[in-house]
């Protein structure tokens, strides 16, 4: 039995594997604490405390950069247990380094009060190489990407 009137929370037993669980659709930042398990027997009754913590991620910044202009990424997450480690840049599955001869810089933020972390990514000259997926990754692999597009301007004639 559920003891909660949210209709997000649900219970389901797969007998066949002798467990219960728990689902949560929609989870935020509120959902994070401590949930009880109890199981009721007639020797005993057992008792299972689980701690749910709740990462919340997100990257905001344009889809679409014309050839030659600037763009902007920012990723932030926010946790109930602060501080995460770090915010790391992918593109296309690599590793985003930030080196003078890539034009990338990449800067980071925290914030204790609000319990978030941010890190921003700029290139100052789009070119087509840097059309691709961008991934941003918490230390504790929570995940988010972005796809950017690099448009050129120049009509090709066949």
Known sequence: MSYIADSRFQI????YR???NLSIKNVSLKDAGVYECQVSAK???????ILLNVVEILISGPTYVEIGQPFTLMCNATTEDFPMEDLDWF????????R?????????Y???EDKKIFSVLQKDHSIL???????CRTSE??????????????HLKH
């Not at 593109?91 to 930030?98: A, F, H, P």
């Not at 003078?100 to 980071?108: A, H, M, R, V």
């Not at 692999?141 to 120049?154: D, M, P, W, Y």
């Open 141 to 154: 692999t929570q995940v988010t990407g972005t796809k950017v597009h690099v448009l050129s301007g120049k």
């Open 18 to 20: 002798g467990e219960w």
């Open 110 to 112: 925290f914030s204790r």
């Open 12 to 15: 389901s037993h797969l007998s």
């Open 100 to 108: 003078e001869d890539n034009q990338i810089e990449i800067s980071k």
């Open 129 to 135: 190489d840097d059309a691709g997926t961008y991934v």
């Open 91 to 98: 593109k296309d599955g690599s590793k985003i380094v930030q």
């Open 43 to 49: 020797s005993r009754d057992f008792r299972r405390l």
